[in-house]
């Protein structure tokens, strides 16, 4: 069955430090993929996307995410995160079968401390 | 300008009841899709509509139900619900030429089944 795998539920860092968080699907296939933010109290909101081309992406707030093809990975990254980045950050993939279905992650807690 | 709003934004209701919970997708949106999202997990696929049809389901019982008027606003129905539906009820609405696109979420239907 497809899945989407994120690697790490809480994370807790420090102003300034730098941000991985993985993200693994299991689908062989041409995906799309996204990264979703939902911050405390707001509704889920697009980070980036990537659909083909570049497979490294920038989104908004300085956030970056790079496709490994052959790892199946989607990872996002921060160089520099800021208390404001405290939040709930979903991986999603729609998989290029003709259907709609997108299927996200379980979600990371970043928490992070001023 | 609006974004995608949905009502109600809680409910209760009684194991075997039924329930409704309705979808405005942004204006110009003619995607509408539904997920379930139940405490500590992502947003889980349950339909997808597009200009009144539907274009994807995901693994959910037949008691769940949607559809989508012209006005492209959508209803998601559940019957005989059960201690396992409450959860959160997420509608999110894309324009839609691509399937690949951006989703708009709402703030979601918070269902508790007693």
């Known amino acids: 069955a497809q899945s989407v795998s994120q690697h790490n539920h809480h994370v807790i860092l420090s102003e300034a430090a730098s941000l991985e968080l993985g993200c693994n699907y299991s689908?062989?296939?041409?995906?799309?993929l996204f990264w979703y933010v939902q911050y405390p109290g707001q509704h889920l909101q697009l980070l980036l996307k990537?659909?083909?081309?570049?497979?490294l992406v920038k989104g908004i707030k300085g956030f970056e995410a790079e496709f490994i093809k052959s790892k199946f990975s989607f990872n996002l990254r921060k160089p520099s995160v800021q208390w404001s980045d405290t939040a709930e950050y979903f991986c999603?993939?729609?998989?290029?079968?003709?259907?709609?279905?997108?299927?996200f992650g379980a979600g990371t807690r970043l928490f992070v401390k001023a | 300008d609006a974004g995608v709003t949905q009502s109600p934004t809680h409910l209760i209701k009684t194991r075997g009841q039924h329930v409704t919970l309705r979808c405005s997708p942004i204006?110009?949106?003619?995607?509408v899709s539904w997920y379930q999202q139940v405490l500590g997990q992502g947003p889980q696929f349950i339909f997808q509509?597009?200009?009144?049809?539907?274009?994807g389901r995901g693994n959910f019982p037949d008691r769940f139900s949607a559809r989508q008027f012209p006005n492209y606003s959508s209803e998601l129905n559940v019957n005989a619900l059960l201690l396992g539906d409450s959860a959160l009820y997420l509608c999110?609405?894309?324009?839609?030429?691509?399937?690949?696109?951006?989703?708009?979420f709402g703030q979601g239907t918070r269902l508790t089944v007693v």
């Open positions: 990537y659909f083909s081309g570049d497979p």
């Open positions: 689908y062989g296939g041409t995906v799309n």
């Open positions: 999110a609405s894309s324009s839609p030429d691509i399937w690949d696109t951006e989703a708009f």
């Open positions: 509509y597009y200009e009144k049809e539907e274009r």
């Open positions: 999603a993939v729609i998989p290029n079968t003709g259907g709609f279905k997108t299927i």
């Open positions: 204006s110009g949106h003619k995607s």
